[in-house]
């Protein structure tokens, strides 16, 4: 069976790659420092607990497991914390991951599959945003994922590494299994924490602002179920080993939900009120971010059937209810 390095397997979309890569034959090999992930939710495969800045650890686990490819998912993500303190993201996100190409050039593991956001497009209302779109990130986060892809895009002129890059609009929802689910502590992202407002395990939701130049006043983003997202990232891995070359592609649906529509979305699926009041902008949130692009589709294949609003909250609610990580 072959072998392939999922960095921060141990997290939410790292730990659901990690059972499609299972289920499409190769055997997922976890590398995650359990910062934000849990060794409960490595289930498919071997465990290595490392740090990205470990280079001898690194090596270490190259060497003993000999992987064919790396799919990188290890990183922090989230846009407030990155404008709080953003050296925790460039130290985290893109040394970290500049030493994780090192090791893997050195190790002779070309084939890389990178964890990448629409973030890093910024906020250009208006715009299409599709692969040629020029990144202007206005956050931390943004800007330390645009840095990798720059590493990446170097080691392939310089070093013969091969990447496809994917550019993720929101991943929500969770395995409709519930093996696997999204448990972050603490919950930053929009759908879990409604869920947890819905249910009493917080006192209520505060929509960031109501404001924005949109239909209703909050800000639009392009949701994607984790297991349409993730067998794309399965379907990259098999596009580098058949020697179709680096590639960027978006993962978004290309249609836009607005935060209190996606509010509505959650009162109906679940039958339940949500409780919630309006609360100032988020710094560093962008207006609109959709994907307009059509390449994953045409180039790989990706079909996001499982991504409609309805779908992704009833998996989060059922894994929301049933499911959760002691450790
Ligand atoms: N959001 C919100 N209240 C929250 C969390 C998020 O209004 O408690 C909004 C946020 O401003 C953004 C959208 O929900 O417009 C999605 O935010 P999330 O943090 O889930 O993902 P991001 O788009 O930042 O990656």
Redesign the pocket.
């Known amino acids: 069976m072959k072998n392939v390095l999922v960095t921060g397997g141990a997290g939410y979309i790292g730990s659901h790659a990690c059972k499609v890569l299972k289920a499409a034959g190769y055997m997922p090999v976890t590398y995650d420092n359990l910062s934000t992930g849990w060794s409960d939710a490595v289930k498919f495969g071997p465990f290595e607990q490392g740090d990205l800045s470990d280079r001898a650890r690194l090596d270490e686990v190259f060497a003993k497991h000999q992987p064919v490819a790396v799919m990188h998912f290890a990183a922090f993500s989230q846009?407030g914390e990155s404008m709080r303190d953003p050296g925790m993201y460039w130290r985290n996100n893109v040394v970290g991951s500049l030493t994780l190409v090192e090791a893997a050039v050195a190790a002779g593991c070309l084939d890389f599959v990178f964890s990448s956001t629409c973030?890093t497009y910024g906020d250009q209302d208006g715009v299409v945003l599709d692969e040629d779109t020029p990144q202007v990130p206005i956050n931390a986060y943004g800007a330390s994922k645009k840095a990798v892809e720059e590493i990446l895009s170097n080691f392939g002129e310089s070093h013969g590494l091969r990447s496809v890059i994917f550019r993720y609009f929101?991943v929500a929802g969770a395995d409709p299994d519930g093996e696997v689910g999204e448990f972050h502590q603490p919950e930053?992202?929009?759908i879990p924490?409604m869920l947890d407002a819905i249910d009493g395990k917080r006192a209520g939701?505060?929509?960031?602002?109501t404001d924005y130049d949109t239909p209703d006043g909050?800000?639009i983003?392009d949701y994607v179920h984790v297991m349409d997202l993730v067998d794309a990232h399965v379907a990259g891995v098999e596009w580098l080993a058949a020697g179709k070359g680096s590639r960027v592609f978006n993962l978004g649906t290309g249609t836009g939900f607005s935060?209190l529509e996606v509010i509505e979305h959650s009162r109906a699926v679940t039958n339940r009120e949500v409780p919630y009041e309006v609360g100032a902008r988020?710094p560093g949130?962008c207006v609109k971010?959709v994907s307009g692009s059509v390449r994953a589709g045409q180039e790989l294949g990706w079909k996001p059937e499982r991504s409609t609003l309805e779908s992704m909250i009833t998996d989060a609610w059922r894994w929301h209810q049933n499911g959760h990580y002691d450790g």
């Open positions: 846009v973030a929101n930053t992202h929009l924490l939701l505060t929509v960031f602002g909050t800000c983003r935060v988020r949130d971010l």
